[in-house]
């Protein structure tokens, strides 16, 4: 039976064809072109990310306009427009720590979460870079240092924090006594804003460099052997054939895993809050975080907003680069 058939009658009771709902939505939808039918498939998907994502996104950026409220029965105050952005960058707001300071760049958040992204990150990339080329070779034994290699990112970040915590605790901790004669740390690193972020920093490494070599691991083993094949019948070094064969063609996934750690740094809060906590290394989340609790709702909205213009920054410039990368530099 065509479609067209099982939608005008199908059905008949007595002389009257009853028409049906559910065979004419049917014959519509096989009416449909792929991409028609694909985009209408996603229209659920659509759906949930407006009302668990875009919607609240926006109901944010409408709260980041208005005044905090704390004396009020209202929790939202009056509507003030893009007052307390111009407040939170130029200094005049009243917030629980500096937003930006130069004078003291370990106790207010935008140099805290700059310095603790910029000095994770470069480590975490080094150090799984290296760490990815040497995986990447064949030697006996590869599969359990890869496993040995994943553990450290499999541990929760509470634990990850506990350990840290635990590890510089001056009563208990191995690690105070000989960096504290060293000239590292304080004899109390975790009350310190600059050893609490050093500790952060050393934690974070310690757990996202794996990622970081897993993606560029990746990267790796989809360059052509071959390549490398040729490069030693030309005669190249093995510095040659990382500067013209391994590096470039590493290169898109090593951006990729930049995009998604530089993301996640500037976004760090539970292993700050689980090790030094907030109050001594007070990065941009945390200052949203207790903003949020204090009642301060505009004041936090606009922080948090400022982070993601920053991220949406990043992200634009990351993507260029995938771009350059994809059309050859063009």
Same mark, same amino acid.
């Given at each position: 039976m065509s479609t067209e058939e099982r939608s005008s009658t199908v059905t008949q009771t007595g002389t009257t064809p009853r028409y049906r709902v559910d065979l004419a939505t049917l014959d519509w939808l096989e009416r449909r072109s792929d991409t028609q039918f694909v985009?209408?498939?996603?229209?659920?998907?659509?759906a949930l990310l407006g009302t668990m994502a875009i919607w609240p996104l926006i109901y944010t950026a409408n709260i980041s306009l208005h005044a905090d409220s704390i004396a009020t029965a209202d929790p939202i105050g009056e509507f003030v427009g893009h007052r307390n952005y111009v407040d939170i960058l130029t200094g005049e707001a009243n917030l629980q720590r500096p937003f930006f300071s130069l004078s003291n760049p370990f106790t207010s958040a935008a140099p805290v979460t700059l310095i603790y992204t910029v000095s994770a990150v470069l480590v975490e990339t080094v150090l799984g870079l290296s760490m990815a080329l040497i995986l990447n070779r064949e030697f006996r034994g590869r599969r359990w240092v890869r496993v040995a290699m994943i553990l450290p990112w499999t541990v929760p970040i509470v634990i990850q924090g506990m350990i840290f915590y635990l590890m510089f605790q001056p009563s208990i901790g191995f690690a105070v006594g000989p960096l504290n004669d060293l000239g590292v740390v304080s004899s109390t690193p975790l009350a310190t804003s600059r050893d609490g972020l050093l500790i952060a920093i050393i934690a974070d490494v310690w757990k996202q460099s794996a990622f970081m070599a897993l993606l560029i691991l990746a990267g790796l083993q989809s360059i052509d052997r071959s390549l490398y094949s040729v490069a030693r019948v030309a005669g190249a070094s093995r510095i040659q054939q990382f500067k013209t064969i391994t590096f470039p063609l590493v290169l898109p996934a090593l951006l990729v895993a930049l995009l998604f750690r530089t993301i996640g740094a500037l976004k760090v809060y539970g292993l700050v809050e689980?090790?030094?906590?907030?109050?001594?290394?007070?990065?941009?989340?945390?200052?949203?975080?207790?903003?949020?609790?204090?009642?301060?709702?505009?004041?936090? +909205? !606009? &922080?948090?907003? /400022?982070? +993601? !213009? &920053?991220?949406? /920054?990043?992200?634009?410039g990351y993507l260029v680069q995938l771009r350059k990368q994809e059309t050859g530099g063009t």
């Open positions: 985009y209408m498939m996603l229209l659920p998907v659509f689980s090790t030094a906590g907030c109050n001594t290394v007070p990065t941009l989340s945390c200052l949203v975080i207790n903003l949020w609790s204090a009642n301060r709702y505009g004041s936090a +909205a !606009a &922080v948090a907003f /400022i982070i +993601a !213009a &920053v991220i949406g /920054i990043l992200l634009v």
